[in-house]
DNA sequence: AAATCTTACGGGTGACGTAACGATC
DNA sequence: GATCGTTACGTCACCCGTAAGATTT
């Protein structure tokens, strides 16, 4: 569970289309593809749904998906505060 | 800043030490240096002083540690959660 | 038929481990 | 002189990007 899978997670999310998420984080289709599945074999469930125009989160992914983008929040202060600890 | 360099440095500023930091995480001490080498370059300031013997954090290095040492256990709550309700 | 997701394949970057060196008690 | 930290080097794995295939509207 990598931070850019989290990240991939969250935008996929919010976007509802893996082609939309992929150009958001600049990478390919095929990435997102990849990192998404990949975080659904270590979870063991099915993250997303739908069809080819458009996905949905699934039930059992709507928890992982907030936990997941209270992570981001989070590291985005905690590191930030690194940094000005260390600059400053 | 990844968090695998973040564990290294929690872990070798609590051993007070590279090689025993390296014994704790199964990984050699070249990769110990290496990762608080480039943390260091990447805040701008030196986390580590002392001899072959003992290493202490520098007192630049003190917030950034607890700042690391945050980050981890919150990461590691959060992630939990996400496996958790993942499977449940 | 066009757009999207998936799978397979090739290439490049990055990190580890080994080896050699320098420094300290 | 023995242990520890640093630097240099070779190798391997991981991830991305391209290409081809399947599916839905």
């Known amino acids: 569970m990598e931070n850019q899978t989290l990240k991939t997670f969250v935008t996929a999310a919010r976007l509802k289309c893996f082609s939309a998420a992929a150009r958001a984080l600049n990478i390919v289709q095929p990435a997102i593809s990849r990192q998404i599945s990949d975080l ?42 690194v940094r000005q600890t260390g600059e400053g």
């Not at 979870?43 to 996905?55: C, K, Q």
């Not at 039930?59 to 992570?71: D, K, M, N």
């Open 40 to 81: 659904e074999q270590e979870l063991g469930v099915s993250l997303f749904w739908g069809t080819t125009r458009e996905v949905w989160i699934t039930t059992a992914g709507e928890t992982p998906l907030r936990e997941a983008a209270e992570i981001l929040a989070h590291e985005e202060r905690a590191r930030q505060l």
